[in-house]
């Protein structure tokens, strides 16, 4: 209960001054003020520099004047994908920079100082070092101080530390911004202030722009580096050879046909970018974050959803993420029978001014009428105990260590009873009774005291915490809890939540003794599971230490003591009632702080990887043929078997539109590290074998049929060989696949049969010759498809029935 001499503006000020308004004033020109300036580490003009002036923007848009130039429109079809994605990149980073500046640990908008011999409320920015600082029950620290007359604090410092239980605070003990004071008050002097302050000194570590780790990102962009890489020979080389297979440069700048070489180069080009690989990868996990936010999942960073599907170490913080925070009453366990105790146990719990160990206990006396008081030791910090003398008797309650050291009747053997519960993570109270209370100027105990009730208290647990700890070990996720609790309170949280999944009481390691060598302690996290007494350095380092050996770590937690290893983690977590700061750096927020969210995120994000390896093989086998023709005519010296409205139309019936729906489509196939691996196997050989036969059909029939008929075949053999690529990709067929891959087909033969659309395309009709040689080089291409996604398991056992 709280003191009751302690009021909401601290103790007594008669004798308290505090700093004159000219000492402040020289304060805050000294810089001695608590007002912290920071930024992200992007402006908005980096932002757009960044997402705008690409490396493949710039070949698009290079590629795009020159289709606009000396071409016509409807070359310049593939400029719309270089603008979405753009869009979705400046979008995407400027919506993190929006959190990370709204990055802030202290709630509270402002503060009661004395300045002047009077209290005064100011904003918690002009606080001054050496200011007078008042603080009482639910006041959040906002900077650093020292605590001078203190009336019964506690503070809850589990968010800075992870320590759950309130700290009592004495004079001369340092009060730490961003601690929370849940009883009693106190008069401190402020110390530090602005980024040397304690919270901040974390949040400065914390607050920088970064991208999360994803394994999609990583591989398309290791394929974009190469292909950027090949991008500038291959297109000068294709340029020099359209010149050369149009009589040279004398003869192209005298009959015009050099534009025409201009745009079959330009063809090449684009042909070898992979351009809405990218787009449909912002936009598979932008769709992915809509779903988990309807869920109550934030997702801060899109590549996010992805990761946790390849998680395989869970780090949990224990406070906020497997409790929720609060005590919770465990048990009375009766020592004595003694009339009248459950009633003066409701009395104290029926104090208004009770503290949260208090109401605790009121949860086990519902029903129970509190006894009449005639007279109260309220609760003191300094005597760690609280009393009520009621017709029954005096009734005392505190820690078994203060009340029963006189050595009372019957004590010795409550005082090991209460030791060992108390070494099952809880925490543990007695009442006793005696017969008269002495008062004097400060209270002392009874010497007659006699135990009664053991009053055993727990942290909550959350009631989805034992279910998805279970769901992810299923999944063979390793779980692991560090926490800055006591190893012995954290082994208890675990032990009741079954972590190893096998029924065994589970042992806290001190992180005290831990090593400070990365490769020593990712040897100790190898076989331990639980730590305790854990500082936030320590929890970061831990993080390394997992990533060391290999793995992929999640984090979660709640508190500014987590922030630091939530921001190295390869993905944070943040439940949503955490600090303020450790949501803004977390790639995920659990906004109801329901544990249970996150299977959710993990099937999604297994939607997202499965999908993204089907289309990705569609991108990259158009990426390996295009480069093929380029080389092809180059070192042949022929026109190049297409222009770029014949990509456009092939490119969007057999990669854009069946990618977008394949990508969205339901899929649970677990997570399969080797990502990119696996795409290059079946779209490099599927690529060479379309650029094969599609080459050699444009340069049989170019002898013999006009050039734009030969195109026409060329862009019909890839349009066969495409849509059997999908056929592959597609397997295990639903009705749905079935029914896009006929529309397509369905398109591409409109697209030869519609004058209108025959027309925008630039294609021929084929006549029989042309029509035979397509037919023969469709089949050996399907064929040979065929045959390379079955060497490879693609057809049936790549993916799980969507």
């Not at 249970?596 to 993204?612: F, T, W």
């Amino acid at each position: 209960m709280a003191d009751s001499e302690t009021t909401r503006s601290g103790p007594p000020l008669a004798d308290v001054v505090g700093l004159t308004a000219d000492e402040v004033a020289a304060r805050v020109a000294d810089g001695r003020v608590n007002d912290v300036t920071s930024t992200s580490s992007r402006s908005v003009g980096a932002i757009l520099r960044g997402n705008v002036f690409t490396l493949f923007n710039g070949i698009l848009g290079a590629a795009l004047v020159v289709v606009l130039v000396v071409g016509q429109w409807q070359d310049a079809l593939f400029g719309g994908v270089l603008v979405f994605n753009a869009a979705i990149g400046v979008i995407g980073e400027y919506r993190a920079k929006l959190v990370l500046d709204r990055l802030s640990i202290l709630n509270a908008p402002d503060a009661r100082v004395v300045r002047d011999g009077t209290e005064t409320s100011i904003d918690v920015r002009e606080i001054v070092v050496d200011d007078l600082l008042l603080i009482g029950a639910g006041d959040q620290v906002p900077v650093d101080a020292t605590v001078l007359r203190p009336s019964g604090l506690e503070v809850d410092e589990s968010l800075l530390t992870g320590e759950s239980a309130a700290v009592v605070k004495s004079a001369g003990d340092d009060v730490l911004s961003g601690s929370i004071v849940v009883a009693g008050s106190a008069t401190t002097r402020v110390h530090h202030v602005g980024a040397d302050s304690y919270a901040n000194r974390l949040t400065s570590s914390v607050r920088r722009f970064s991208l999360v780790r994803s394994e999609l990102r990583t591989g398309i962009n290791r394929v974009l580096v190469v292909v950027a890489w090949m991008i500038g020979p291959l297109s000068a080389l294709l340029m020099w050879s359209q010149i050369r297979a149009h009589g040279g440069w004398q003869a192209a700048l005298a009959d015009g046909s050099w534009r025409s070489a201009a745009v079959s180069g330009v063809a090449g080009v684009v042909g070898m970018v992979p351009e809405g690989l990218v787009l449909l990868t912002s936009i598979n996990f932008a769709l992915a974050a809509v779903v988990l936010a309807r869920r109550q999942v934030l997702v801060q960073e899109l590549p996010a959803v992805e990761v946790l599907a390849r998680v395989d170490v869970l780090c949990l913080d224990k406070t906020g993420t497997l409790t929720d925070g609060t005590m919770a009453l465990d048990r009375f366990e009766d020592v004595a029978v003694v009339p009248g105790a459950r009633e003066a146990l409701a009395a104290m719990a029926a104090d208004p001014e009770a503290n949260v160990t208090a109401a605790a206990i009121s949860t086990g006396l519902v029903g129970v009428v509190p006894a009449p008081v005639d007279g109260a030791v309220a609760f003191s910090s300094a005597r760690k105990w609280s009393a009520v003398r009621t017709a029954t008797g005096t009734w005392v309650l505190g820690a078994p260590s203060i009340v029963l050291a006189a050595g009372s009747a019957g004590s010795a053997s409550v005082l090991e009873r209460a030791g060992a519960i108390a070494q099952d993570g809880a925490r543990v109270l007695v009442l006793c009774r005696a017969e008269s209370l002495p008062m004097a100027d400060e209270p002392a105990l009874p010497a007659d005291l006699v135990p009664v009730v053991l009053v055993v208290l727990r942290e909550h647990l959350r009631p989805d915490a034992a279910t998805t700890l279970a769901y992810f070990r299923d999944q063979g996720v390793e779980l692991t809890v560090i926490s800055g609790d006591d190893p012995a309170t954290v082994a208890a949280i675990a032990t009741a939540l079954d972590l190893r999944g096998t029924g065994a009481e589970v042992v806290g390691v001190d992180a005290t003794t831990l090593p400070t060598d990365i490769a020593e302690l990712s040897a100790v996290m190898a076989t331990e599971h639980v730590f305790g007494r854990v500082t936030p350095e320590q929890k970061r380092a831990m993080v390394h230490a997992l990533q060391h050996a290999g793995r992929t770590v999640a984090m979660t937690g709640d508190g500014v003591n987590d922030a630091l290893a939530l921001k190295d983690a390869d993905l944070g977590i943040a439940m949503g009632s955490g600090a303020a700061a450790t949501k803004a750096v977390a790639r995920l927020v659990l906004l109801d702080g329901r544990f249970s969210s996150l299977p959710g995120v993990v099937g999604e994000g297994r939607r997202v990887i499965a999908n993204m390896e089907r289309v990705a093989n569609l991108f990259l086998s158009k990426t390996t043929y295009a480069a093929l023709l380029v080389v092809a005519s180059v070192l042949l010296v022929v026109p190049y078997p297409f222009q770029p409205r014949h990509l456009t139309l092939v490119s969007a019936l057999t990669i854009g539109i069946p990618a977008f729906f394949l990508a969205l489509a339901p899929n649970a196939q677990r997570y399969l590290p080797g990502f990119l691996p696996r795409v290059l196997r079946l779209a490099v050989p599927s690529g060479v074998l379309m650029g094969g036969v599609v080459f050699t059909v444009h340069l049989v029939l170019r002898s013999r049929v006009a050039e734009q008929e030969a195109r026409s075949a060329a862009t019909a053999v890839l349009l066969c060989c495409g849509l059997w690529l999908i056929g592959v990709l597609a397997r295990p067929w639903r009705w749905w696949k079935v029914s896009l891959v006929a529309v397509m087909a369905a398109a591409g033969v409109g697209a030869f049969l519609l004058p209108v659309a025959r027309g925008f395309f630039a294609l021929h009709v084929l006549t029989a010759g042309s029509g035979v040689a397509v037919l023969v080089a469709g089949a050996v291409g399907c064929a040979g498809i065929e045959l390379v996604g079955r060497w490879h398991g693609r057809g049936r056992s790549m993916l799980r029935p969507a």
